[in-house]
């Protein structure tokens, strides 16, 4: 089969396909039609796929005869009643001839044998394109005119050959045949295009204005603004995820320029871009890194005048929402944020947990459980409740009512304007941003807060995540809360805050089981933050048990995993292993001390030896005051330097000595080590029994 020409031609042609459903819309189309190809035996090679606004577009290179062969089907029991095996062969159109018997699970089946005669390609593809188009799924699909049939948008044209030939679709239920056809640009191409190959139609629809391919499409957009806003100093801000958008939205992308009255040029940055971006998919121009007053956007449609008579339609919109938002914004600065407060008190945050402005006291009181945890100063401890009080309070501004994608941005902007300490406004426009996006120590704080009132609010009204459901993000919500943790280097006890942020809940039932849900819905959530920084299971598994304290347990996770990584860490947990198996094997010895008159090798003399001066350092390690970290990796490595001891000890020293005494002994021993390492390395000892 020659693979450098595809001879087979799907396009069908479709209103407006939003540009949210398209890439998997595709992806469904190409995985419907090569499952049915492969079912019919149908060889397909060089599959590529499109998609655009209007067409769904499925090339690729197929065989065209497809050869006898025989298709084995599993029947009923050997032993099944006559009349059950009598419904299967009807079922086939098959007699008792065309059947085996065959042993599977012990079980004697009939196994039918279906003979299929060698077929032409162009014979099964009707069946296989028309159960390809009905069973495609859509998050969102409608049905027009009186057909009950539902897909995305209505579909108005397939085009579909094969070998130069057509393939004749039907979809009864819409009315709709297949043709030797299709249409070009929507504004810019007229009349029908026939296109005999998958060849023709790259060229003719290309010269009626389509560009097919999605790829091409976006680099074509790129490469205009490079070519448009070649000056110095100047560019176009071009977010991937708008950038996707746009691509999805035109079939031949055309970019033009739009101008930006200097009045609105008043307005805070945020408040000129959200519009621009997620209202009108626009994309703001700079000059030397600063919004200049132009807007960049694409269009579909390369008109007569240049475009001009677009541009106009274009600004007309912006300015007529940039007017609002000026409005809104001069309105909004004529009263103090904190009189916002008493609208807050009327919006209900859940009907279970209050208002918002309830929300915000508590949210005080967080702010102060973590900073009294954490030993702050009474300076810091006021200016995150100024944060708290004021946080929430853009949400009543016009606004945040018109842009809900602006609040906390606002908030911050609104408390700067009106004198407030600049590190409570940097918090304040930090509350809804990503990890990465918080630069202040306030502005973590504060979120820390945040999250963890939320979290616990809905754990008391019994609202956690379910399964797959999440409808409060209280998983995005724990992940953040570690992270911004993590990235600030900040120690806290979880539970003692989780445990005092219940009590703010004093008109729900909040017992200790609820607490002790939260703090495991947390380091469920720490595991995988560690997993996907590249912590082993075992080491995971062993470390999240041991705290609640997020920084040493990332902490510990690091240098056990490194030292799992060095071969004597190796030896180090496989011995512990060995002893804690050996000591299983005895059963219930008691505590076995070990007399120093019974020892008669070397080996264990050496090994007690060693263990008694590892205790005595590891005691006087623990009351050293050393940095946390530095400790753990010193006990690490003072056991760790232990090893050639212990090895030597179960090459030489045989445990299960005929003489009682000196067995029980030598057990006292292995006692001693095992004892050592569950009391000053748990995570060690929790290694080596969950996960070796």
Not at 75 to 96: D, E, H
Not at 237 to 256: A, K
Not at 372 to 382: F, K
Not at 620 to 637: A, W
């Amino acid at each position: 089969m020659d693979t450098n020409q595809e001879n087979f031609l799907l396009e069908l042609l479709v209103e407006e396909i939003p540009a949210r459903f398209q890439e998997e819309a595709i992806a469904n189309l190409k995985r419907l039609m090569v499952e049915k190809l492969e079912k019919q035996k149908i060889k397909s090679e060089n599959i590529k796929t499109y998609v655009s606004p209007r067409r769904m577009v499925f090339l690729a290179q197929l065989e065209q005869q497809v050869p006898a062969f025989v298709e084995e089907k599993k029947g009923p029991q050997a032993s099944a009643p006559p009349n059950v095996i009598a419904k299967f062969l009807q079922s086939l159109g098959i007699s008792p001839d065309d059947c085996s018997e065959k042993v599977m699970d012990k079980k004697i089946f009939l196994v039918a044998h279906i003979r299929h005669p060698q077929r032409h390609t162009l014979d099964l593809l009707p069946h296989i394109v028309a159960a390809s188009i009905r069973e495609m799924q859509w998050p969102k699909s409608m049905h027009w005119g009186t057909h009950a049939f539902n897909f995305v948008r209505p579909i108005r044209n397939i085009l579909c050959r094969f070998c130069d030939e057509s393939v004749n679709i039907e979809l009864g239920e819409i009315n709709l045949k297949s043709t030797d056809y299709t249409f070009g640009h929507r504004f810019m191409s007229s009349g029908k295009i026939f296109a005999k190959n998958p060849s023709e139609y790259r060229e003719k629809i290309k010269e009626a204005f389509v560009i097919i391919d999605p790829i091409e499409r976006k680099n074509a957009i790129l490469a205009k603004f490079t070519k448009n806003f070649s000056k110095p100093g100047v560019s176009v801000d071009v977010p991937e995820d708008l950038l996707d958008e746009v691509v999805g939205l035109v079939e031949n992308p055309i970019v033009l320029l739009g101008q930006i009255p200097q009045k609105f040029m008043r307005l805070p940055e945020e408040a000129l871009v959200t519009p621009m971006r997620v209202h009108q998919r626009y994309f703001p121009v700079r000059r030397n890194g600063i919004l200049a007053p132009f807007f960049a956007f694409v269009a579909n449609n390369a008109a007569e005048d240049d475009g001009k008579e677009i541009i106009k339609g274009n600004e007309r919109v912006l300015n007529a929402r940039l007017a609002d938002a000026l409005f809104f914004y001069e309105t909004d600065l004529q009263k103090p944020l904190e009189l916002h407060l008493e609208n807050l008190k009327k919006i209900v945050f859940h009907e279970k947990l209050g208002t918002v402005f309830a929300r915000i006291l508590r949210i005080c009181c967080v702010c102060d459980f973590i900073c009294e945890e954490m030993n702050l100063g009474e300076d810091l401890r006021e200016l995150l409740k100024r944060v708290a009080l004021l946080s929430k309070c853009d949400l009543s501004t016009h606004m945040v009512s018109e842009f809900p994608e602006l609040q906390g941005i606002m908030g911050g902007i609104y408390a700067a304007a009106q004198g407030e300490n600049k590190a409570v406004c940097s918090a304040i426009g930090e509350q809804y941003k990503t990890v990465d996006e918080i630069a202040s120590l306030p502005g973590a704080l504060f979120s820390i807060a945040d999250k963890i009132e939320i979290i616990t609010g809905f754990f008391a009204i019994e609202k956690g995540p379910t399964g797959s459901k999440d409808p409060f993000a209280l998983r995005r919500a724990a992940i953040g809360l570690i992270k911004i943790i993590k990235k600030y280097d900040l120690s806290l006890q979880l539970r003692a805050v989780v445990r005092k942020t219940f009590g703010l809940f004093n008109f729900l039932k909040c017992d200790a089981n609820t607490v002790e849900a939260v703090i495991a819905f947390i380091l469920d959530r720490l595991k995988i933050v560690l997993k996907e920084s590249g912590i082993s299971h075992e080491v995971v598994a062993a470390v999240v048990e041991c705290d609640d304290d997020i920084m040493p347990i990332f902490a510990k996770a690091e240098i056990l995993d490194q030292t799992l990584k060095n071969e004597n860490g190796k030896k180090l947990i496989t011995s512990y292993k060995r002893s804690k198996n050996i000591l299983e094997q005895f059963g219930d010895f008691g505590n076995c001390s070990v007399d120093r008159e019974l020892l008669t090798e070397d080996g264990e003399r050496n090994l007690l030896d060693e263990l008694e001066v590892l205790e005595i350092a590891l005691e006087k390690l623990e009351i050293s005051g050393l940095d946390p970290n530095i400790e753990f990796q010193t006990k690490i490595s003072l056991c760790i330097a232990l090893e050639k001891k212990i090895t030597t000890f179960f090459r030489d020293i045989l445990v299960n000595s005929n003489d009682e005494k000196i067995r029980f002994n030598r057990i006292g021993i292995l006692l001693k080590l095992t004892s050592i390492f569950e009391r000053f390395l748990p995570e060690i000892a929790r290694i080596s029994v969950e996960s070796y």
